[in-house]
DNA sequence: CCCAACCACTTTACCAAGTGAAGTGACGCC
DNA sequence: GGCGTCACTTCACTTGGTAAAGTGGTTGGG
């Protein structure tokens, strides 16, 4: 990106709005600790894009990647304390979804102003 | 994207995800309301993705746009109530950015970064 | 009066990131 | 010993963002 390498905002923008990543951390947050696990739960999310978070998100300290030595060699991702430390960006997003997001509705055609709540 | 439209964070990361959305928020929500104050704040974005951006968040009623009635006509944007839902993500974002990004040091990568290379 | 700049964009061409489908190699199951 | 699983990788394609230039209206300067 080509933003202020300063700014901790940015610099969180950069890591976290990826796309899927997200979504990743919450997968591993709830339990999702294998890549065919995360596969099979984020639906839609090819498997290079999930190596390729996975090893981002590895390299930046957010998850650990451990090399069970079992057979066949399986493989675990666990979210780090860093990793932990994003959680509460993902309840805020949850918050605002279900306030201002009818998660549940069709999503009236276009303008769905008239559902805004108490305003 | 090709996640579960149900899911609030899902539908919250499809909005906020799209590249400079949080940091137009962000400026919005720190004074800057015209389209040139933003693009000048947000070093590094073309007018158009600044353009969509606007339009998107505008339909999603995140911003409001104004045009006001004088010469030449200019134009303000400005957060909505839904839209200043989203600052506690901007702040989360910044903490964690603070306690875990080094934004105030050269970051130590791999190779030279302090140097600039032969080009 | 004409040329330039400013504002709020749009258009065009290009490139990088993500997608879907298929492939890989090591293994386990029957 | 052929089939399936796991954790990926490779390939061709589409989408989304970028840089650069253009647009149309308005002010300001020489």
Chains 1, 2 share one sequence.
Do not use: H
């Amino acid at each position: 990106m080509a933003v202020d390498p300063e700014c901790p905002v940015c610099r969180t923008a950069d890591i976290v709005c990826a796309k899927w990543t997200l979504l990743v951390v919450r997968e591993l947050d709830e339990g999702r600790s294998r890549f065919c696990e995360l596969e099979r739960s984020l639906t839609g999310i090819s498997p290079r894009t999930l190596s390729l978070r996975l090893r981002e998100l590895e390299q930046e300290g957010i998850v650990e990647r451990q090399q069970l030595p079992e057979l066949p060699p399986r493989v675990e991702y666990a979210l780090t304390d860093k990793g932990r430390a994003l959680l509460p960006m993902i309840e805020d997003m949850r918050c605002f979804g279900e306030r201002w997001l009818d998660c549940n509705e069709p999503a009236a055609s276009s303008d769905s102003v008239l559902t805004a709540p108490t305003a």
